[in-house]
């Protein structure tokens, strides 16, 4: 149990307070209103940056990188602006640890990434877009909250992209016509709403079907590789077939036309040959007569074998020949 007596306030009648140090007191405020003068009196603006000066919220000037100076006590304000480097946004994804080997997160923005294109297929559309700020000015006060309204042109512009192509264009061939149309409409909207942004690059980073379809869809792309596959070989088949079977028909088309023209030299060789002889025999009948018989009979005597010709009336001799060995007839 505590034994001590009761406070008695009789006690407090010699009590004084310590006397407080006005002159102290006075220079220590003196001292933080110079301090807080000479801190808000500069400031510095890094080498990728400019500094935009605004005086009771009035936008003033455009200071460079490098020390600079201006009314203290919030008279003046200051917003420093990266102008010189490149800035990007994520859509579908985000980079939760960037670096040469980035990190990504694992949570999905299909919000951001769930598209319709124009075959009325589904499909997941993840891009980056890279940007600077070319006017500090527009994008500080022309648009409330500019990067917001940049981050949400950029969806809309994306999705009607999108939706003017087929999935198989988003998938494979048209993604560089997908980003080219895209940086040329998201400037030519960021000029028109004065937000003094410059686009540098579209990539899309990873264009898939939602994994809901993505078994139907390889079946449909796995079917259209074989009928591609079964195209190529008929075409192989027929690159052999055709092209051979007209070469052969050229070739005797050619042969054709060979004999044709050999026959043609051949007839007009013996037409000429008989004009020849008929001149000759013209000029001397009797001669030519002959000599065409003997000829004639040269030729033809030498593919008959042996002949044995005798006078008609004779009789008695045939046994003498002995007809049956040599063949003779």
């Known amino acids: 149990m505590d034994q001590r007596p009761p406070f008695d306030f009789k006690d407090l009648k010699d009590f004084k307070p310590p006397k407080i140090n006005v002159k102290a007191i006075a220079v220590a405020i003196a001292v933080v209103l110079v301090l807080s003068f000479f801190s808000t009196l500069w400031f510095t603006v890094e080498p990728e940056e400019v500094g935009v000066v605004l005086q009771f919220g009035k936008y003033t000037r455009t200071v460079n990188p490098g020390l600079n100076f201006k009314m203290p006590f919030g008279i003046e304000q200051v917003y420093k602006v990266p102008v010189e480097r490149q800035l990007k946004l994520e859509f579908g994804f ?7 080997r980035t990190t990504y997160s694992s949570t999905k923005y299909r919000e951001e990434s769930l598209m319709l294109t124009g075959d009325l297929n589904a499909a997941e559309v993840e891009w980056i877009v890279q940007f600077r700020i070319n006017d500090p000015y527009k994008f500080l006060f022309r648009v409330r909250n500019a ?12 999705r009607e992209v999108i939706g003017d192509r087929t999935v198989d264009e ?28 410059k686009v540098d690059q579209v990539v899309l980073q990873d264009v898939n079907p939602p994994e809901l379809v993505k078994p139907a869809f390889n079946e449909v792309n796995e079917a259209q590789q074989e009928r ?52 000759e025999y013209s000029k001397a009948k009797d001669v030519t007569r002959q000599r065409i018989y003997l000829e004639t009979m040269n030729k033809v005597m030498q593919k008959v074998g042996r002949k044995l010709i005798t006078d008609e009336e004779a009789t008695g001799i045939l046994p003498l020949f002995q007809l049956d060995k040599g063949g003779a007839k």
């Open 94 to 100: 985000r980079s939760s640890v960037p670096g040469v």
């Open 147 to 158: 990067e917001k309204t940049f981050r949400d042109i950029n969806e809309a512009v994306m």
């Open 170 to 197: 988003v998938l494979t061939v048209g993604r560089q016509e997908v980003a080219s149309a895209v940086t040329v409409m998201l400037q030519e909207l960021c000029n028109q709403y004065e937000l003094g942004i």
């Open 228 to 279: 591609e596959k079964l195209i190529n070989q008929a075409k192989s088949e027929y690159n052999k077939v055709i092209p051979k079977a007209r070469g052969e028909a050229a070739r005797t088309i050619e042969e054709a036309k060979g004999y044709a023209l050999e026959r043609v030299n051949q007839a007009k060789g013996e037409a000429s040959k008989f004009n020849a002889v008929f001149k």
